[in-house]
């Protein structure tokens, strides 16, 4: 005969469902059943409050009882009855009415009671509902007042215990309205504040990328001007050294046909890198450029290379399988991965051969750039390839060569490992994924 005293949301709810726990709603079953058990406690103690009405009174009691432990099974049983929790505490609240009126009317101990149902009401309600829900509360108290208490009661003073209680759960429900609403606002003002917070830090993070993307932007800028220095020192050195030998004569007929096809094939290389420098500066700032594929013969490519690393003919072991096997790639990546291998044996070499082997199988090219000299410290293959990494007689170097080879074959979907020899010396071995030209 209790009415729920905490707030809850109400759904429009259909047959019996199956509802999340509620501890709002259990401590509320658990009051109306303590409630009830209470009445029947003092009717037992003091059989004179049921005023000559027992039967009538305990049939009520027995009622609620019942009511009261349907509520809390449902409750423990996290079932959601048919009806809205306010229409519960309307329930609650013509019970206690009655009861009221039976049990001594302006004399009731019962009127104690009512300020939890004219709570509830305001909680579950809204402020307008809950107060006239307290206002008819008080005017039924005031009728049960009038109807229930014993003869030698004066109306007057039926009439006052009335209006003092309907003004004081009025008075309550309106004072649990302006809790509510601070409350509200209070709540308000925290959401406010989070979303302010979480504003805040989103912007934070949105500024830390944006100043990641600005570093990243300039740090690859920077790497661009690096691989442009280190990948024109080569050819431009070559040019050079040939056009000096070819204007002062010193070469013989032989050698100045084989100057005049390195010259003509640095021109060539030389074209593909700018062309690469621009699509760079036009599309997305990438140090290693764009893809061009073309047809290329890999033993054309062989000597080309070993020419570009100033490997000489007699310090030079080419073996190419199938002979006259051809890929289609792009052939500026590919010719700047194996000059740069090349060099490298050829500066590391001496007067050691150096040894390149291509072969086309499967769809894979694997190429194999093989010297003879003082090879790598164990544990020390994969330092070489970082950035700005220069050992041996290089050290102090940009050490550029092998971070742009590592790079270059990274774009190419490639893997490229380096492993000492048996008898000294090192081989890079390098596998690409080309099809057939």
Not at 93 to 102: D, Y
Not at 185 to 206: C, G, I, M, V
């Amino acid at each position: 005969m209790i009415v729920a005293t905490l707030p809850r949301v109400d759904p429009v709810y259909g047959p019996w469902t199956r509802r999340s726990d509620s501890a709002e709603e259990r401590a509320a079953v658990v009051i109306r059943a303590a409630v009830v058990a209470a009445v029947g406690l003092a009717l037992l103690i003091g059989p004179e409050l049921a005023r000559g009405r027992p039967a009538v009174v305990w049939a009520i009691v027995a009622g609620t009882a019942l009511y009261a432990a349907v509520l809390v099974i449902t409750e423990w049983a996290e079932w959601t009855l048919p009806v809205r929790p306010a229409v519960l505490t309307v329930v609650d609240g013509v019970l206690i009415v009655v009861a009221c009126g039976l049990t001594g009317g302006a004399d009731s101990i019962m009127v104690a009671v009512l300020p939890l149902v004219a709570i509830a009401m305001s909680l579950r309600s809204g402020a307008v509902l809950g107060r006239l829900g307290a206002l008819g509360l008080g005017i039924g108290y005031t009728v049960a007042a009038l109807l229930g208490s014993d003869p030698d009661v004066p109306v007057s003073q039926r009439l006052l215990s009335g209006a003092w209680w309907s003004g004081f759960l009025v008075a309550a429900a309106v004072l649990v309205g302006v809790l509510v609403r601070m409350l509200e606002r209070q709540l308000q003002a925290a959401a406010d504040s989070r979303a302010r917070a979480a504003a805040e830090h989103e912007t934070l993070l949105l500024e830390r990328r944006l100043r990641a993307r600005l570093v990243a932007a300039q740090q690859a800028r920077l790497d661009g001007v690096r691989v442009v220095l280190h990948e024109f020192r080569t050819p431009v050195a070559s040019l050079t050294a040939l056009t000096r030998d070819l204007a002062a004569g010193r070469l013989s007929p032989e050698a100045s046909g084989t100057a005049t096809r390195l010259l003509a094939e640095h021109a060539v290389h030389l074209r593909d890198m700018l062309e690469g420098l621009a699509d760079l500066a036009v599309r997305d700032g990438s140090p290693l450029g764009v893809v061009t594929d073309r047809r290329v013969v890999l033993a054309e490519l062989a000597e080309a290379v070993l020419d570009a690393a100033a490997v000489s003919p007699g310090r030079r072991r080419i073996t190419v399988t199938p002979p006259d096997a051809a890929v289609l790639c792009d052939p500026q990546r590919l010719r700047r991965v194996l000059t740069n291998l090349a060099e490298n044996a050829a500066r590391h070499s001496g007067d050691e051969p150096v040894e390149l082997a291509l072969s086309h199988t499967d769809g894979v090219l694997t190429a194999e750039v093989r010297d003879r000299g003082p090879g790598l410290p164990p544990g020390q293959e994969g330092l070489v390839t970082a950035k700005g990494v220069a050992l041996g007689e290089r050290r102090g170097t940009a050490g550029l060569g092998l971070w742009i080879v590592e790079a270059l074959v990274g774009a190419m979907n490639g893997e490229l490992t380096l492993a000492a020899r048996e008898e000294g010396g090192l081989t890079a071995h390098l596998t690409l994924p080309l099809g057939p030209a």
